[in-house]
């Protein structure tokens, strides 16, 4: 079983003014890869809030999820947030979300995800509206179990 912690970075959200359909999409998706949503949140887009946020998480989960705050306007802070706390970067992870987002939209090009690892815990930006989710998740669902036994320590060899 996977733990997992889902933030959803959204001032709006935050504040009871939107509802939160891309942290239940997520919660929803992650049934088939046999992972339990442990932590959930919702979170204005102020980064030191995130850092501190993720920092607990990645001591308690196995994978963090942030939906929200990848684009370009001023108060999307999530991947500075990540970069700030992750011990090293997964670039894979988040070129492969944008390159398969780049069949459907150029607007792809625009998000600036970042996926990393703290000590033992993956952790992945999402985009913020449940389409985009949808997509991005889909591209590396499949991935993650892996992800996390090699994070974990597996010693197993990769090659299929």
């Known amino acids: 079983m996977i733990t997992v912690a889902v933030l959803t970075l959204s001032d709006k959200g935050s504040k009871g003014e939107r509802e ?8 929803e998706m992650l049934k088939s890869i046999d992972a339990e949503v442990k932590c ?30 990848t684009g370009l306007s001023p108060r999307d802070v999530t991947p500075e947030a ?12 988040a070129e492969a979300m944008r390159s398969e987002g780049l069949k459907k939209t150029n607007r792809a090009m625009l998000s600036r995800a970042v996926a ?30 892996h992800a996390i036994e090699k994070i974990k320590g597996d010693p197993s060899e990769c090659a299929a």
Do not use: C, M
């Open 40 to 69: 959930y949140e919702i979170l204005p887009d102020e980064k030191d809030r995130i850092k501190e946020r993720i920092i607990k998480y990645s001591n308690e989960v196995d994978l963090i999820l942030t939906t929200g705050g």
């Open 20 to 27: 939160d359909l891309s942290g239940l999409l997520i919660r």
């Open 116 to 145: 990393g690892v703290r000590g033992t815990t993956l952790i992945i930006n999402l985009p913020g509206s449940p389409k985009a989710v949808k997509e991005n998740l889909t591209v590396i669902l499949d991935v993650l179990p």
């Open 82 to 93: 990540t970069l700030e706390v992750i011990d090293r970067q997964v670039p894979g992870i």
